[in-house]
């Protein structure tokens, strides 16, 4: 089945860059499906962050999106998140997820929480 | 922007009870919107996508209808381990965006 695994550093430093990865197994990163980052600061909703293709064409919120940059590696079968400048309002579970836009079944990682702080 | 409003925001409700919430689009989404069930801690997971077919592994006892701009999830019989927050979200166009949440709560 398809799973999907999050990791990167649990602290950020405030102006820092905050980056993540998400491993995808059970399916291709190069199928005919898009990748999705998700936040969730604590106690609040979720928050879609953006999406990548494997063509490396890419969707964002406008709301991050002078921040936000996602990646595809297809040798490693992964995809990243880079988010600049952050604040303490960046603080969150981190979740990737595939096929959030899509008329098919979606599937969630388990997610990471990042902390932003000196 | 698509926005999603979810009703009501909370709800309290017994074991064996018949549940339904609602989530409205700011405008139409066809068929686009997936529900999703959220425990504490825990990543969301996903009930019901395009408004009305069961992600596979969840029971029958969830059901997503509607289209348009107006849906709704229906839980038939509620079971102890149903209580959580529940969010809808639209799959039609980026950004995507999620309602705010229906917490459920026991009587």
């Known amino acids: 089945q398809v799973q999907l695994q999050e990791s990167g550093p649990g602290l950020v430093k405030p102006s820092g860059t905050l980056s993540l990865t998400c491993v995808v197994s059970?399916?291709?990163?190069?199928?005919?499906?898009?990748w999705n980052w998700v936040r969730q600061p604590p106690g609040k909703g979720l928050e879609w962050i953006g999406e990548?293709?494997?063509?490396?064409?890419?969707n964002y919120n406008p709301s991050l999106k002078s921040r936000v940059t996602i990646s595809v590696d297809k040798s490693k079968n992964q995809f990243s998140l880079k988010l600049t400048s952050v604040t303490a309002a960046d603080t969150a579970v981190y979740y990737c997820?595939?096929?959030?836009?899509?008329?098919?079944?979606?599937?969630w990682g388990q997610g990471t929480l990042v902390t932003v702080s000196s | 922007d698509i926005q999603m409003t979810q009703s009501p925001s909370s709800l309290s409700a017994s074991v064996g009870d018949r549940v339904t919430i609602t989530c409205r689009a700011s405008?139409?989404?066809?068929?686009?919107l997936n529900w999703y069930q959220q425990k504490p801690g825990k990543a969301p997971k996903t009930l019901i996508y395009?408004?009305?077919s069961l992600q596979s592994g969840v029971p029958s006892r969830f059901s997503g209808s509607g289209s348009g701009t107006d849906f709704t999830l229906t839980i038939g019989s509620l079971q102890p381990e149903d209580f959580a927050t529940y969010y809808c979200?639209?799959?039609?166009?980026?950004?995507?965006?999620f309602g705010q949440g229906t917490k459920l709560e026991i009587k």
């Open positions: 997820a595939r096929g959030l836009g899509a008329s098919t079944p979606n599937y």
């Open positions: 059970g399916d291709s990163i190069s199928s005919n499906n898009w």
């Open positions: 990548i293709y494997h063509s490396g064409s890419a």
């Open positions: 405008q139409s989404i066809n068929s686009y």
């Open positions: 395009a408004a009305s």
């Open positions: 979200q639209q799959s039609h166009s980026t950004p995507y965006i």
